[in-house]
């Protein structure tokens, strides 16, 4: 199948303007959508017209297919807007969040003994960084996994709950094998 | 257009989609063509691609890529078993429904020739 370079141009053009009106949608669902649609003018110019599509052909399926419009309404209001670079929903956020809750529940305890070590006088301060550090970690580590389970149908969501669960098991399994060992001997 | 046809017509676009994709794997613009098919639910691509996005990440539909004769690559939908699971649901929902309010609409007809 051949495809002029008018042809294309004019394919990509009603996509941009219909991702503009997607703006608001979650950014993987838009991206779908734009994909689909990308196939669906392909097929529909290749059913039209075989081998040798040309742009009569193109303006004559863009005309029998949903203007731009239909997909919502567009958050500046310029029809001409190329697509948005990502989506903002609630949702994902909350995912994000979700891992930034993760991904610091596992560095800020880290930071802290490190502190603790290097600025600390004795073990005792040690000691005490430590218990923060622990308490810490717990803490982001429970937040990131209500966030993550919130946000459950989001990847990033799903990724830090399942993390999270896991190092609080992986924590509960040290303090109970730390115990064991304090009462060994 | 009615309001309460409209808000028919959405209920519907799903139970719709799932089914259509219960006879087999199928890329977008099959799905389309044979949806438009039924006129009385005025389905456009407008109104099914975007079905068809939230369906696939809801988990009741699965997506593999497949080369095209012309164009990009198409996109083939078919079911999950979560999605198997719903349509089979929807579909003994709406055979119990469909029942029940012929039951209804006849026995209306039969006392509105009685009296």
């Not at chain 1, 994909?35 to 392909?42: E, G, M, T």
């Not at chain 1, 989001?154 to 709950?161: L, M, Q, R």
């Amino acid at each position: 199948m051949n495809y002029s370079r008018k042809i294309e141009e004019g394919i990509s053009r009603y996509l941009e303007k219909v991702a503009s009106y997607l703006r608001e949608a979650p950014s993987d669902e838009r991206d779908e959508i734009i994909r689909d649609l990308q196939s669906h003018i392909y097929d529909a110019l290749a059913s039209r017209s075989g081998a040798e599509p040309t742009l009569a052909d193109l303006e004559a399926v863009l005309s029998e297919m949903d203007p731009p419009e239909s997909y919502g309404p567009p958050v500046s209001g310029d029809t001409d807007a190329h697509p948005a670079p990502t989506a903002t929903g609630p949702t994902r956020s909350l995912g994000s969040w979700a891992m930034a809750a993760m991904i610091a529940g596992i560095i800020l305890p880290i930071l802290l003994v490190a502190a603790g070590a290097i600025f600390g006088r004795g073990m005792n301060a040690v000691q005490i960084a430590v218990g923060f550090a622990v308490t810490l970690g717990i803490i982001l580590e429970l937040l990131a996994l209500i966030l993550g389970l919130m946000s459950w149908c989001e990847k990033t969501g799903k990724v830090a709950a399942i993390g999270a669960g896991v190092l609080i098991l992986m924590a509960m399994l040290f303090g109970f094998a730390l115990l064991w060992w304090y009462e060994l001997s | 257009m009615r309001q309460w046809i409209t808000q028919l017509r959405k209920g519907l676009l799903e139970f719709c989609i799932l089914n259509v994709l219960s006879n087999g794997e199928s890329y977008g613009y099959q799905i389309v063509q044979r949806l438009e098919t039924v006129e009385e639910l005025a389905i456009t691509e407008s109104t099914v691609y975007p079905i068809l996005a939230r369906l696939r990440k809801d988990g009741y539909l699965k997506v593999r890529s497949s080369p095209s004769p012309g164009g990009p690559p198409r996109r083939y939908f078919s079911l999950t078993a979560l999605g198997r699971r719903r349509v089979r649901e929807m579909n003994e929902y709406w055979d119990d429904l469909n029942h029940s309010i012929d039951a209804i609409r006849q026995n209306e007809t039969s006392s509105g020739d009685n009296s």
